[in-house]
């Protein structure tokens, strides 16, 4: 069984955030991973290949974490084995006016990619039950009273868990990461990030700002997995303190889900066959007339 297993949620079981590891087992050997990774790499790039010459199912991961967990650099590292013509990347950040003024999921369901393709989602429509619920930003939308009282972070969870289903009957699998960085790993992430001349760049005092609130976030985090967790949408809970193993584990949920999908290359119909034939002998009479 692959290690893989011991990080998926499904939803059949409630999670503890807490009883997930943030490292590899000690037994776990880098070189080893690392070799593993590569090859991963490879054969996702066969499986897309077919996954876009097939055309029949979109494939969309999402990422999500805490600032300086490694989304960016994982995603660099995914898209180095995948071919950029059948892959689209995007990065949610705070609404602006026009997203604003529509509902939730309406930003991210824009950015579903045709059939065919995959896309990756730099932090998603999570994000409105992540920073949203800890710090209550609903309060401040423009939206009716009705939709700011009760439960609206239950609510938005049922919003996205329905939304993951229709994608779902339409084609479409989506899975979800949480790179799970410990709380001291990302104190020293941030001061390489201050005291590396080219790292400033990556660096935002809001960061510290929202490190405060990081038990709120854990909290947060846990409820959203528990809740939109299903056997056809996973969360992965990624240990994210070696950006190695985490690259390692996140390419093997890829390979997974592609599995899943099992795309094969299209054959062709008896017409379109006879067809290929009638162009290779014109190419082939073609070639002989000029050796003639
Ligand atoms: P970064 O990914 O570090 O460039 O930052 C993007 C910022 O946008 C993060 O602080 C997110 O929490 C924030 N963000 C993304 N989506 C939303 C949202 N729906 N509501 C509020 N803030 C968001
Ligand atoms: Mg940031």
Redesign the pocket.
Known sequence: MSELKNFEVKGKDKIKLKTFPHSPDKSVEKEKIIKRTQENLAKMERFQDKLYSEGKEGLVLIFQAM?AAGKDSTIKNVMSGLNPQGIDVY?????NSEEIAHD?LWRASKRFPTRGKMAIF??SYY??VL??KVHK?YESSPLPNRCKQGDVIGRRYKDIKNFEDYEYNNGYRIIKFFLNVSKDEQKKRFLERIDLQVKNWKF?S?DVK?RAYWDDYMEAYESAINATATKNSPWYIIPADKKWYARYLVSEAIIEAFKKIKPEYPELGEFAKENLLHDRKLLIDEMNAKED
């Open positions: 600032d990065s949610f950040k705070v609404p939730f730099n932090r994000e409105d920073v949203a930003l935002s809001s929202e």
